[in-house]
């Protein structure tokens, strides 16, 4: 079996930030095969390095505040080499992605930033309904991507209860 990871970053005391971390759980109560790698934190640190230069796939995965609230948006991503010094700031997953590339030689087969539209980062320990709504389609994405089956790599709005 190939080695999957899944990385999830948010602040659960920022509202809809804390997606991420939520999902997460679900993943990690079962959700999917217990030998998939499920590191949540509050931000990407380029210590992340070497568990993704270990993985065949990694799927990271966020809120945004780019994109309309409930929607979720699939991108495959590629590594970036950073310069020196860029990363005292921002670490973003292309950036993570060069960087374990850098370090060990050594990428991901596959690596995909999954991405939900974000409609309040306020409201402490409580995601929007839009964002609550989202979730078992952004569960069902993650099953998908680590089954192996082949999922369109676009933006889509998540179904309403």
Known sequence: MNHALVLAC???LRGDDGLAVASARFLHAGFCD????ILA???WTPELAEPISRADLVIFLDASVSLPPGSIRLQSIAPVVSRRGSLTHSVTPAVLLGLAKQLYERVPESAYLLTVGGESFEQPERL???VLRAIPAVLTQ????LSGVSLPLAEFQSPSV
């Open 10 to 12: 948010g602040n659960s």
């Open 34 to 37: 217990p030998r998939t790698e």
């Open 41 to 43: 934190s509050q931000q």
């Open 128 to 130: 929007s309904h839009s």
């Open 142 to 145: 993650i099953k998908a991507l």
